[in-house]
């Protein structure tokens, strides 16, 4: 089990990926925090996993819901090993359809919020010596017509992991 006892944030768990994300962390020791939007589904998914998953739901667009994840993890479990950054808003998008208020919570949701995470996230993970995955997309390197705002998110988050990962090579 490579994660025993380890402590993992997956935003977005109640639902796809990020339940697949979950359920794998679990089977591997881990204890999770579900985090999503839909009671039903995360409730769904911590009565899956058991006695090592605990739910907080939180909308990422709020720039004060990942203190508040991160809050619960602690609450819950008592230290931080891992996030997983997963949750996206997936909207089709044109040049022609798109707005500003769409392109800025696409882009809250998809940058800013895994952004905070990490922030919020960060005295405890390097205390730990945890680690961040941010699920990126294809869309960030190639693009699609009808996903423009989701495109743009997704090279956006590109970036900040690249930047990331950088400072930390070169800070330790």
Do not use: W
Request: aromatic share 2%; net charge positive.
């Amino acid at each position: 089990m490579r994660l025993r006892d380890k402590v993992i944030i997956v935003t977005g768990a109640t639902s796809g990926i990020g339940h697949a994300i979950a359920a794998r962390c679990a089977q591997e020791g881990a204890r999770v925090l579900v985090h999503g939007i839909d009671r039903p589904a995360g409730e769904k998914v911590v009565a899956e996993l058991g006695a090592a998953a605990a739910l907080h739901l939180d909308d990422l667009a709020d720039p004060a819901s990942p203190a508040r994840i991160v809050a619960a993890a602690l609450a819950a479990f008592g230290r931080i090993d891992g996030l997983v950054n997963n949750a996206a808003l997936v909207a089709r998008s044109t040049l022609a359809s798109t707005s500003a208020a769409s392109f800025d919570r696409m882009m809250a949701i998809n940058v800013r919020a895994p952004l905070l995470l990490i922030q919020a996230a960060f005295p405890e993970l390097q205390r730990r010596q945890g680690a961040v995955v941010n699920i990126g997309s294809v869309n960030a390197l190639s693009g699609e017509a009808t996903l423009l705002d989701y495109s743009i998110s997704k090279g956006a988050l590109q970036t900040l992991s690249r930047n990331l990962a950088n400072a930390h090579a070169t800070t330790g």
